[in-house]
């Protein structure tokens, strides 16, 4: 098992920035991460994925260009960089770790989840 623990949430406006930290309890390196956010009333929705062996990364194609995911390795933590952010961003961030053989964009595919860390974007 790996426990997953967000941090780096926050209140920003429009077009400012925030990076949301994913720490994991133990080497990752077997899974893939990913992010996923939920706003309310709503379904929780794919972000980015990271697989830990290799580096490759896939984003929705409503944050390309704007987050970039990244990991550290000697850390065990994955990271969310969040630029030009919009009011549609905003919800509540998940991470998520799962195995490496699947798409990655599909939450049924992760096993393991985080508490969740709140992105709230004003306009």
């Known amino acids: 098992q790996v426990q997953l623990v967000e941090s780096g949430g926050g209140l920003v406006q429009a077009g400012g920035s925030l990076r949301l930290s994913c720490a994991a309890s133990r080497d990752p390196s077997n899974y893939a991460m990913g992010w996923f956010r939920q706003a309310p009333g709503k379904e929780r929705e794919f972000v980015a994925t990271?697989?830990?062996?290799?580096?490759?990364?896939y984003y929705e194609d409503a944050v390309k260009g704007r987050f970039t995911v990244s990991r550290d390795n000697a850390k065990n933590t994955m990271y969310l960089e969040m630029n030009n952010l919009k009011p549609e961003d905003t919800g509540l961030y998940y991470c998520a770790a799962g195995s490496p053989y699947y798409s990655g964009t599909k939450k049924d595919e992760y096993d393991y989840w985080g508490q969740g860390t709140q992105v709230t974007v004003s306009s």
């Open positions: 990271i697989k830990w062996s290799g580096g490759s990364t």
